[in-house]
């Protein structure tokens, strides 16, 4: 039996917003004192889409500084930037020759990131989801958590450990769990069908874990909603996706469950809706925004947490590595 471990994962690609958070990293601090966890800033997956090399460090900083801001312990957990752990990208190797092309011809991701021109997409974009099984498996982690638009990649990864201990006739890897929070793909403020992202052109899509107060106001007000009164019950969402979000913004906020969200501004106007979302809200982000503004200021400090953090993630990878190098008859040395 495997000890249950945490493993996931944030891309350094831009400001972390309230999708990521609470959709992720909330569930990081949640877990944390029931689990062992690794938690990776994952700058290898970044890439796969061209990043800009003058601010890669400082999105890198950027990322640290929100887990420590939301109270993940850096002591106790393994926080690391993954291309400091240079055994993932060697992994990743490995397991590309288990994972199958129809495998990953079947990810939905890919297909909306590459989107018509998908001739011209990195072959890294196309393989990611190997790299990430791989981010995961290298340390024999369990339990993954994320948010839902990951579930695919998840699965693939329990078919790859699957495959591989069924071809290597061992029960090498644990097929990882999906850990995921209920009504938590949080979706634009501009449209209610499109997730919440970081790579929107529309900064009003989305609330960042650094915007002040006013910032949280304006892009509430701004968000897009229908004329009508807030509804009475759940099924009178299906027709209106934005409003259904931002009752999710709501009650994953605010700890209260979607149904008493509802009930609590039943036949109420948006607008005072949406004034008690922007206090939730505020509530929430004001003491993380301004611990990440003096955390990133103190470069050294964030430099020391990533360093430590890389230094144990090597020392449990190599251990991986070489069980992996006997098991397929690779080192003779
Ligand atoms: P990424 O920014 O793609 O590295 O995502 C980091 C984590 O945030 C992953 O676990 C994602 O599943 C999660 N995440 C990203 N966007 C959203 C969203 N709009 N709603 C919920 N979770 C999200
Ligand atoms: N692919 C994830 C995302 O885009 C990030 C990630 C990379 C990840 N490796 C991981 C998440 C391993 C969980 C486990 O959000």
Same mark, same amino acid.
């Given at each position: 039996?495997?000890?249950?471990?945490?493993?996931?994962?944030?891309?350094?690609?831009?400001?972390?917003?309230?999708?990521?958070?609470?959709?992720?990293?909330?569930?990081?601090?949640?877990?944390?004192?029931?689990?062992?966890?690794?938690?990776?800033?994952?700058?290898?997956?970044?890439?796969?889409?061209?990043?800009?090399?003058?601010?890669?460090?400082?999105?890198?900083?950027? @990322?640290?500084?929100?887990?420590?801001?939301?109270?993940?312990?850096?002591?106790? +957990?393994?926080?690391?930037?993954?291309?400091?752990?240079?055994?993932?990208?060697?992994?990743?190797?490995?397991?590309?020759?288990?994972?199958?092309?129809?495998?990953?011809?079947?990810?939905?991701?890919?297909?909306?990131?590459?989107?018509?021109?998908?001739?011209?997409?990195?072959?890294?974009?196309?393989?990611?989801? @190997?790299?990430?099984?791989?981010?995961?498996?290298?340390?024999?982690?369990?339990?993954?958590?994320?948010?839902?638009?990951? &579930?695919?990649?998840?699965?693939?990864?329990?078919?790859?450990?699957?495959?591989?201990?069924?071809?290597?006739?061992?029960?090498?890897?644990?097929?990882?769990?999906?850990?995921? +929070?209920?009504?938590?793909?949080?979706?634009?403020?501009?449209?209610?069908?499109?997730? /919440?992202?970081?790579?929107?052109?529309?900064?009003?899509?989305?609330?960042?874990?650094?915007? +002040? +107060?006013?910032?949280?106001?304006?892009?509430?007000?701004?968000?897009?909603? *229908?004329?009508?009164? /807030?509804?009475?019950? *759940?099924?009178?969402?299906?027709?209106?996706?934005?409003?259904?979000?931002?009752?999710?913004?709501?009650?994953?906020?605010?700890?209260?469950?979607?149904?008493?969200?509802? &009930?609590?501004?039943?036949?109420?106007?948006?607008?005072?809706?949406?004034?008690?979302?922007?206090?939730?809200?505020?509530?929430?982000?004001?003491?993380?925004?301004?611990?990440?503004?003096?955390?990133?200021?103190?470069?050294?400090?964030?430099?020391?947490?990533?360093?430590?953090?890389?230094?144990?993630?090597?020392?449990?990878?190599?251990?991986?590595?070489?069980?992996?190098?006997?098991?397929?008859?690779?080192?003779?040395?």
């Amino acid at each position: 039996m495997n000890k249950k471990l945490i493993f996931s994962g944030v891309q350094p690609t831009g400001e972390i917003h309230i999708g990521n958070y609470l959709g992720a990293i909330s569930q990081f601090v949640d877990n944390q004192d029931n689990y062992e966890s690794i938690y990776s800033i994952v700058d290898l997956h970044a890439i796969t889409v061209w990043q800009d090399p003058k601010i890669i460090q400082s999105q890198i900083h950027h @990322v640290l500084s929100v887990f420590i801001a939301a109270g993940l312990n850096y002591e106790k +957990n393994i926080i690391f930037n993954q291309s400091s752990v240079p055994q993932h990208a060697e992994l990743a190797w490995l397991l590309g020759c288990t994972a199958r092309i129809g495998w990953l011809n079947r990810m939905t991701q890919f297909k909306d990131k590459a989107g018509k021109n998908r001739e011209n997409a990195s072959v890294g974009l196309y393989t990611y989801p @190997v790299l990430m099984a791989a981010d995961i498996l290298l340390y024999k982690a369990t339990h993954v958590p994320v948010g839902d638009d990951q &579930k695919q990649h998840l699965e693939l990864a329990r078919d790859i450990a699957h495959k591989f201990n069924v071809d290597y006739e061992i029960d090498f890897f644990p097929l990882p769990e999906p850990v995921m +929070n209920k009504n938590t793909r949080i979706m634009s403020l501009r449209d209610g069908t499109k997730k /919440m992202s970081k790579s929107d052109t529309s900064s009003y899509s989305r609330i960042l874990m650094t915007d +002040n +107060n006013d910032d949280i106001k304006t892009k509430i007000k701004k968000s897009k909603t *229908d004329s009508m009164k /807030m509804p009475s019950i *759940d099924s009178a969402l299906d027709e209106r996706p934005e409003i259904s979000n931002l009752l999710n913004i709501f009650s994953a906020a605010s700890g209260e469950s979607k149904e008493d969200v509802i &009930k609590k501004f039943a036949e109420r106007e948006i607008s005072e809706f949406k004034s008690d979302l922007t206090d939730v809200l505020i509530n929430l982000i004001e003491p993380m925004s301004s611990e990440i503004k003096r955390l990133i200021a103190d470069k050294s400090f964030l430099n020391e947490v990533l360093k430590k953090g890389s230094d144990r993630a090597k020392s449990l990878s190599t251990v991986t590595i070489s069980e992996l190098h006997k098991l397929m008859g690779l080192k003779i040395l």
